[in-house]
Protein backbone atom coordinates (compact mmCIF):
# COMPACT_ATOMS: atom_id res chain seq x y z
CA UNK A 1 0.00 0.00 0.00
CA UNK A 2 0.99 3.60 -0.94
CA UNK A 3 1.64 5.27 2.05
CA UNK A 4 2.48 8.63 3.52
CA UNK A 5 2.87 9.68 6.92
CA UNK A 6 3.85 12.86 8.94
CA UNK A 7 4.45 13.09 12.31
CA UNK A 8 6.38 16.15 14.67
CA UNK A 9 4.06 18.35 15.18
CA UNK A 10 3.31 19.48 18.17
CA UNK A 11 2.69 22.97 20.53
CA UNK A 12 5.75 25.38 20.29
CA UNK A 13 6.56 28.93 21.24
CA UNK A 14 6.57 32.11 18.97
CA UNK A 15 10.08 32.34 17.71
CA UNK A 16 10.73 28.46 18.59
CA UNK A 17 11.81 26.00 15.79
CA UNK A 18 10.34 22.26 14.98
CA UNK A 19 11.07 19.88 12.38
CA UNK A 20 8.22 18.08 10.39
CA UNK A 21 8.68 14.01 8.67
CA UNK A 22 6.74 12.37 6.14
CA UNK A 23 7.78 8.70 6.27
CA UNK A 24 7.73 7.01 2.45
CA UNK A 25 6.27 3.29 1.94
CA UNK A 26 5.25 1.17 -0.85
CA UNK A 27 6.81 2.98 -3.36
CA UNK A 28 9.97 3.86 -4.90
CA UNK A 29 9.94 7.19 -3.03
CA UNK A 30 13.55 8.61 -4.67
CA UNK A 31 11.54 9.01 -8.07
CA UNK A 32 8.93 11.47 -7.04
CA UNK A 33 8.63 14.93 -6.09
CA UNK A 34 7.57 15.40 -3.06
CA UNK A 35 5.48 19.13 -1.35
CA UNK A 36 4.24 20.34 2.26
CA UNK A 37 1.06 22.08 2.11
CA UNK A 38 -0.43 23.24 4.96
CA UNK A 39 -4.02 24.21 5.95
CA UNK A 40 -5.03 26.60 8.73
CA UNK A 41 -7.91 25.61 11.07
CA UNK A 42 -11.60 25.86 9.62
CA UNK A 43 -9.24 28.00 6.45
CA UNK A 44 -7.91 26.44 2.98
CA UNK A 45 -5.18 24.70 1.34
CA UNK A 46 -1.76 26.54 1.22
CA UNK A 47 1.39 25.36 -0.93
CA UNK A 48 4.23 25.37 1.59
CA UNK A 49 7.19 23.83 -0.07
CA UNK A 50 8.30 21.20 -2.92
CA UNK A 51 11.50 19.36 -3.47
CA UNK A 52 12.68 18.02 -6.30
CA UNK A 53 13.32 13.99 -6.51
CA UNK A 54 17.08 13.90 -5.88
CA UNK A 55 16.70 16.96 -3.54
CA UNK A 56 18.96 18.81 -5.47
CA UNK A 57 15.90 22.22 -6.18
CA UNK A 58 13.48 23.29 -3.31
CA UNK A 59 11.23 26.15 -3.80
CA UNK A 60 8.92 27.87 -1.13
CA UNK A 61 6.21 30.08 -0.48
CA UNK A 62 6.75 33.83 -0.01
CA UNK A 63 5.08 33.25 3.77
CA UNK A 64 8.09 30.49 4.52
CA UNK A 65 11.06 31.73 2.26
CA UNK A 66 13.88 31.86 5.03
CA UNK A 67 12.28 30.67 7.66
CA UNK A 68 11.32 26.93 6.62
CA UNK A 69 13.97 24.46 4.97
CA UNK A 70 11.96 21.24 2.91
CA UNK A 71 14.94 18.37 2.57
CA UNK A 72 14.52 14.83 1.92
CA UNK A 73 17.01 11.38 2.83
CA UNK A 74 16.18 8.94 -0.15
CA UNK A 75 17.26 6.04 1.58
CA UNK A 76 15.43 6.85 4.96
CA UNK A 77 12.47 7.47 2.21
CA UNK A 78 11.85 10.66 4.26
CA UNK A 79 10.78 14.01 3.47
CA UNK A 80 11.62 16.94 6.10
CA UNK A 81 10.21 20.41 6.85
CA UNK A 82 12.31 22.32 9.00
CA UNK A 83 10.14 25.25 10.64
CA UNK A 84 12.21 27.79 12.15
CA UNK A 85 11.16 31.48 13.84
CA UNK A 86 7.63 30.26 13.91
CA UNK A 87 4.80 32.68 14.25
CA UNK A 88 1.10 32.54 15.18
CA UNK A 89 0.13 32.46 11.32
CA UNK A 90 2.25 29.12 10.67
CA UNK A 91 -0.71 26.91 13.29
CA UNK A 92 -1.82 24.79 11.03
CA UNK A 93 -2.56 21.04 9.49
CA UNK A 94 1.06 20.06 7.50
CA UNK A 95 0.42 17.72 5.16
CA UNK A 96 3.24 15.88 2.93
CA UNK A 97 2.36 14.97 -0.61
CA UNK A 98 3.12 13.55 -3.53
CA UNK A 99 3.55 14.17 -6.93
CA UNK A 100 1.96 11.62 -9.82
CA UNK A 101 5.01 11.96 -12.43
CA UNK A 102 8.07 13.50 -13.14
CA UNK A 103 6.33 16.91 -14.27
CA UNK A 104 6.54 20.21 -12.13
CA UNK A 105 2.95 20.87 -13.18
CA UNK A 106 1.77 17.58 -11.95
CA UNK A 107 -1.01 16.95 -9.57
CA UNK A 108 -0.79 15.57 -6.05
CA UNK A 109 -2.20 11.97 -5.99
CA UNK A 110 -0.79 10.67 -2.50
CA UNK A 111 -1.29 12.70 0.77
CA UNK A 112 -0.59 11.99 4.27
CA UNK A 113 -3.03 12.03 7.33
CA UNK A 114 -1.40 15.30 8.39
CA UNK A 115 0.28 16.65 11.98
CA UNK A 116 -0.80 19.72 13.85
CA UNK A 117 1.40 22.53 14.56
CA UNK A 118 0.57 25.07 17.26
CA UNK A 119 2.35 28.12 17.71
CA UNK A 120 1.17 29.54 20.88
CA UNK A 121 2.54 31.14 24.22
CA UNK B 1 1.53 35.99 -7.69
CA UNK B 2 -0.97 34.15 -10.11
CA UNK B 3 -4.80 34.00 -7.89
CA UNK B 4 -7.28 31.25 -8.66
CA UNK B 5 -10.44 32.11 -7.61
CA UNK B 6 -13.47 29.51 -6.44
CA UNK B 7 -17.28 30.49 -5.30
CA UNK B 8 -17.02 30.02 -1.51
CA UNK B 9 -20.19 27.27 -2.14
CA UNK B 10 -22.40 25.70 -4.16
CA UNK B 11 -26.00 23.91 -3.56
CA UNK B 12 -27.33 21.28 -5.14
CA UNK B 13 -30.18 18.55 -4.90
CA UNK B 14 -29.34 14.95 -4.96
CA UNK B 15 -29.70 13.46 -8.95
CA UNK B 16 -28.76 17.13 -10.37
CA UNK B 17 -25.54 18.55 -11.84
CA UNK B 18 -23.13 20.64 -9.62
CA UNK B 19 -20.50 23.12 -11.35
CA UNK B 20 -17.72 24.23 -8.85
CA UNK B 21 -15.74 26.92 -11.21
CA UNK B 22 -12.08 28.52 -10.67
CA UNK B 23 -11.05 31.62 -12.48
CA UNK B 24 -7.79 32.43 -13.44
CA UNK B 25 -5.93 34.94 -15.70
CA UNK B 26 -5.75 33.06 -19.08
CA UNK B 27 -6.14 30.12 -16.82
CA UNK B 28 -6.55 28.19 -20.09
CA UNK B 29 -2.72 28.09 -20.46
CA UNK B 30 -2.52 25.78 -17.05
CA UNK B 31 -2.22 22.61 -15.99
CA UNK B 32 -5.27 22.66 -13.26
CA UNK B 33 -5.74 19.92 -10.65
CA UNK B 34 -9.21 19.44 -8.39
CA UNK B 35 -9.05 17.64 -4.53
CA UNK B 36 -11.94 17.08 -2.67
CA UNK B 37 -11.58 17.29 0.88
CA UNK B 38 -14.10 15.70 3.51
CA UNK B 39 -14.24 17.01 7.40
CA UNK B 40 -11.16 15.57 9.20
CA UNK B 41 -9.72 14.17 6.32
CA UNK B 42 -6.91 14.33 3.93
CA UNK B 43 -7.45 16.07 0.38
CA UNK B 44 -8.34 13.46 -2.38
CA UNK B 45 -7.10 13.81 -5.51
CA UNK B 46 -10.41 13.94 -8.14
CA UNK B 47 -9.30 15.22 -11.54
CA UNK B 48 -5.89 16.31 -13.09
CA UNK B 49 -4.96 17.55 -16.18
CA UNK B 50 -8.03 19.89 -16.52
CA UNK B 51 -10.28 16.55 -17.32
CA UNK B 52 -8.68 13.35 -16.37
CA UNK B 53 -10.00 11.26 -13.57
CA UNK B 54 -7.40 8.55 -11.26
CA UNK B 55 -8.45 5.27 -10.86
CA UNK B 56 -11.75 5.13 -8.51
CA UNK B 57 -13.28 8.39 -9.45
CA UNK B 58 -16.59 7.60 -10.64
CA UNK B 59 -17.38 8.83 -14.09
CA UNK B 60 -19.86 11.38 -13.07
CA UNK B 61 -16.92 13.81 -11.87
CA UNK B 62 -15.50 15.69 -15.25
CA UNK B 63 -13.46 18.71 -15.94
CA UNK B 64 -12.62 21.03 -18.39
CA UNK B 65 -10.56 24.43 -18.93
CA UNK B 66 -11.14 26.98 -21.48
CA UNK B 67 -10.44 31.15 -21.26
CA UNK B 68 -10.10 32.20 -17.92
CA UNK B 69 -12.33 29.69 -16.19
CA UNK B 70 -11.72 25.84 -15.23
CA UNK B 71 -14.93 23.81 -14.24
CA UNK B 72 -15.09 20.78 -12.29
CA UNK B 73 -18.66 18.83 -13.11
CA UNK B 74 -20.04 16.46 -10.94
CA UNK B 75 -23.56 14.58 -12.57
CA UNK B 76 -26.54 12.51 -10.74
CA UNK B 77 -24.96 14.12 -6.91
CA UNK B 78 -25.11 11.82 -4.14
CA UNK B 79 -24.74 13.20 -0.38
CA UNK B 80 -21.58 11.43 0.08
CA UNK B 81 -20.41 14.00 -2.53
CA UNK B 82 -20.17 16.68 -0.05
CA UNK B 83 -17.30 18.23 0.67
CA UNK B 84 -15.06 20.93 -0.07
CA UNK B 85 -13.39 21.26 -3.78
CA UNK B 86 -9.93 22.67 -4.65
CA UNK B 87 -8.91 23.50 -7.39
CA UNK B 88 -4.43 23.73 -7.88
CA UNK B 89 -2.32 24.83 -10.75
CA UNK B 90 1.21 25.96 -10.96
CA UNK B 91 2.38 28.99 -11.77
CA UNK B 92 5.67 29.15 -14.31
CA UNK B 93 6.46 32.64 -13.87
CA UNK B 94 6.97 32.58 -9.89
CA UNK B 95 7.32 28.52 -10.00
CA UNK B 96 5.04 28.25 -7.29
CA UNK B 97 2.19 26.30 -6.75
CA UNK B 98 -1.63 27.91 -5.74
CA UNK B 99 -4.72 26.42 -4.42
CA UNK B 100 -8.16 28.54 -5.10
CA UNK B 101 -9.74 28.65 -2.23
CA UNK B 102 -12.15 26.44 -1.95
CA UNK B 103 -15.67 25.66 -2.71
CA UNK B 104 -17.99 24.10 -0.33
CA UNK B 105 -20.36 21.94 -2.13
CA UNK B 106 -23.58 21.53 -0.29
CA UNK B 107 -26.28 18.72 -1.09
CA UNK B 108 -29.71 19.53 -0.38
Known amino acids: EVLLVESGGGLVQPGGSLRLSCAAS????????MHWVRQAPGKGLVWVSR????????TYADSVEGRFTISRDNAKNTLYLQMNSLRAEDTAVYYC??????????????WGQGTMVTVSS | SYVLTQPPSVSVAPGKTARITCGGNNIRSKSVHWYQQKPGQAPVLVMYYDRDRPSGIPERFSGSNSGNTATLTISRVEAGDEADYYC???????????FGGGTKLIVL
Open chain 2, 88 to 98: QAWDSDSDHWV
Open chain 1, 26 to 33: GFTFSSYW
Open chain 1, 97 to 110: ARVRDGTKSGAFDI
Open chain 1, 51 to 58: VNSDGSST
